[in-house]
């Protein structure tokens, strides 16, 4: 996916892939982590997440990375919140309390932004990628996520010719063959969601699983 494709889609507010509510996964499976309340945590491709809010109530400082800079602006002024923007490097700094959205390309992100993080959590990152270029991500991924970190991953599977992503289907298969260099990997739940998601009812998708995984980043 060009940048140009996520700009537009900001810009016109096609956002489907926003959610309007924390993420049952992240609020049943975050604790597993075990990660002291004060700790830094690192979402990837962020978007305007509510899930960012969730977070930071459980005491966590949270660092975002977000491309489109409509999207970034949008998570501070509809939630009232005062900000200031700095620089650094190719990307803009936005920050308020608790919460640091570096807005950029995540590839040209510098490893050191992310030196510090205990945690981190991916809902719509991964599976924004078409196969084509969902490896350089985990390897984007692989070189932010510091030897040790654990953080949860959110993926969507289903029959990909039934439907055009994004989301694009990614495989326990896949997250098998693709992930495990990099991380230790850990499936927690995985449950069919397609009753809930009409857009893929209308297209007569057969099926939908949601799974949500442990990931730890190997030494």
């Not at 962020?46 to 005491?59: I, P, R, T, V």
């Not at 949270?62 to 620089?87: H, I, K, P, R, W």
């Not at 700094?93 to 995540?106: E, K, N, P, R, S």
Request: net charge negative; hydrophobic share 40%; charged share 15%.
């Amino acid at each position: 996916m060009e940048p140009s494709f996520w700009h537009e889609k900001w810009q016109l507010q096609q956002i489907g892939f926003h959610q309007y509510q924390v993420n049952p996964f992240l609020v049943k499976y975050w604790p597993v982590l075990g990660l002291a309340d004060t700790s830094e945590v690192f979402v990837p491709l962020c978007g305007k997440s509510l899930d960012m809010f969730y977070l930071a109530e459980q005491g966590h400082a949270v660092l975002g990375c977000e491309l489109n800079s409509l999207a970034v602006e949008q998570f501070f002024t509809d939630n009232d919140l005062t900000y200031q923007v700095d620089q650094s490097g190719d990307h803009a700094v936005f920050t308020t309390d608790q919460v640091t959205l570096y807005q950029g390309d995540i590839f040209t992100l510098a490893a050191e932004s992310t030196s510090s993080i205990s945690g981190f959590y991916d809902r719509a990152a991964l599976i924004a990628w078409p196969e084509a270029m969902r490896q350089q991500y985990v390897n984007a991924l692989a070189r932010l996520i510091p030897a040790n970190v654990s953080g949860l991953l959110i993926t969507l599977d289903y029959p990909q010719e039934t439907l055009n992503g994004p989301p694009f289907a990614v495989s326990p298969a896949w997250i098998e063959t693709y992930l495990t260099p990099y991380f230790a990997v850990e499936l927690l739940e995985c449950v069919d969601v397609l009753a809930d998601n009409s857009r893929f009812v209308k297209k007569q998708v057969p099926w939908l699983n949601e799974a949500v995984y442990k990931l730890t980043r190997k030494s």
